[in-house]
């Protein structure tokens, strides 16, 4: 199956620092998410990117599918922002299974 | 519109019995996806409906088993719980239209086997 990893697999911020977080896939995908996971469990979606460039206020991804890698952006870190982040990929031309990343996991201290 | 609702919330069982975690999807989806996170770990694959059926299966025995009914909300049985069992149990759904639909995720089911 398609392997998905992410890096790097903890990270600690000063509050308002900035921070890229990259996700690498074995295979094309056609379905790419990013998701954060707060410290209360809840996996709240943050991209739908299987290419292309987004931007959501302090976060934007880029997905680069030729690569097969995408990078989320955080800028001027809140401590809200504290939490996992997950991508997630569907395989192009399979069954709709979704693999997730191993996960990067941000603490941003004041 | 409601997002994907999951119950129970949390949900305490001992070694043996069985557990049921009920999802409902968010309307006009038609797939369900389970997952289970052990603490401190990942997101492992359970369980993929679409239609009523049974489309995909992670790599999980036999006693965790599931369904979907016509209204596309869908169950995930557990049964013979084993301590390892406890974990997070998430449910996502999507529009299965097209590929590639993103997936929405329900709160989870906090499953503790004693």
């Known amino acids: 199956g398609i392997q998905v990893e992410q890096s790097p697999p903890d990270l600690i911020l000063q509050e308002g620092a900035n921070s890229t977080l990259r996700c690498n896939f074995s295979d094309s995908v056609n379905n790419l998410q990013w998701f954060h996971q707060n410290p209360w469990g809840q996996l709240i979606n943050l991209f739908y990117i299987p290419s292309g460039t987004k931007q959501n206020g302090r976060l934007s991804a880029t997905t680069v599918a030729t690569e097969r890698y995408s990078l989320l952006y955080i800028s001027s870190s809140q401590t809200t922002d504290s939490g996992v982040y997950f991508c997630a990929v569907v395989r192009a031309g399979g069954y709709q299974k979704v693999t997730f990343g191993t996960g990067t996991k941000l603490q941003v201290i004041p | 519109e409601a997002g994907v609702t999951q119950s129970p919330t949390h949900l305490i069982k001992t070694r043996g019995q069985q557990a049921t975690l009920r999802c409902s999807p968010i309307?006009?989806?038609?797939?369900v996806y389970w997952y289970q996170q052990a603490l401190g770990l990942g997101l492992q694959f359970l369980l993929w409906?679409?239609?009523?059926?049974?489309?995909n299966r992670g790599n999980f025995p036999p006693r965790f088993s599931g369904r979907q009914f016509p209204n596309y909300s869908s169950e995930l049985n557990v049964n013979a719980l084993e301590l390892e069992d406890s974990a997070l149990y998430l449910c996502?759904?999507?529009?299965?239209?097209?590929?590639?639909?993103?997936?929405?995720f329900g709160n989870g089911t906090r499953l503790t086997v004693t």
């Open positions: 309307s006009g989806h038609t797939s």
């Open positions: 409906y679409d239609e009523g059926e049974e489309r």
């Open positions: 996502a759904s999507s529009h299965q239209g097209a590929p590639g639909s993103p997936l929405h």
